[in-house]
């Protein structure tokens, strides 16, 4: 099975509650008084050693398989391709480069009005539409931060 070994629990809907996967998490986390828990110390100390012991077997699986022997035998006849299938395929990655571009040009320019419209309608006093889309994420990716509702909340 799988072992759900983190989650921030940050779409719940409000009224459901605030909820953490651990302690720790809930730290982290600032849980409010009125979040829940799914897992106690020992339900979480008995998680990690269940993680450390599924890591440690796959580890001797792999090596005593002699798989990562036989990936490297293959490695050693991998060739690149030749030149006209590498020109077409740096022309694919060329292309898709300035899609994707295009695309994150027309996104910016749809947020910032977006923005601007929230902004105009609710006033001075509201903050909604303040920040760009994705901000959070953002933020939880450049600082580590762990997913939670107050990180949510600056969205």
Partial sequence: ????????????????????MDPQQAREVMLPSNGFVLMDEKAATASTDFVRA???????????????ESWRSK?????????DVMEE???????????????????????????????????EKSHVGLLPRRFAAACM?????VPGWRLNNIQ
């Avoid at 599924?54 to 990562?68: G, H």
């Avoid at 990716?141 to 931060?145: A, E, G, I, S």
Wanted: net charge positive.
């Fill in 1 to 20: 099975g799988l072992l759900l070994r983190t989650a921030g629990f940050s779409r719940l809907d409000e009224r459901a509650g605030c909820c953490a």
């Fill in 54 to 68: 599924v890591e440690m077997d796959m580890d001797l699986q792999w090596t005593q398989s002699k798989e990562a």
């Fill in 75 to 83: 490695l050693r006849f991998l060739r690149p391709p030749s030149g």
């Fill in 89 to 123: 395929l740096r022309a694919m990655k060329e292309k898709a480069l300035k899609e994707n571009a295009d695309l994150r040009v027309s996104q910016d320019a749809r947020d910032s009005k977006r923005r601007e419209a929230q902004l105009a309608s609710l006033g």
């Fill in 141 to 145: 990716v450049r600082f580590r931060l």
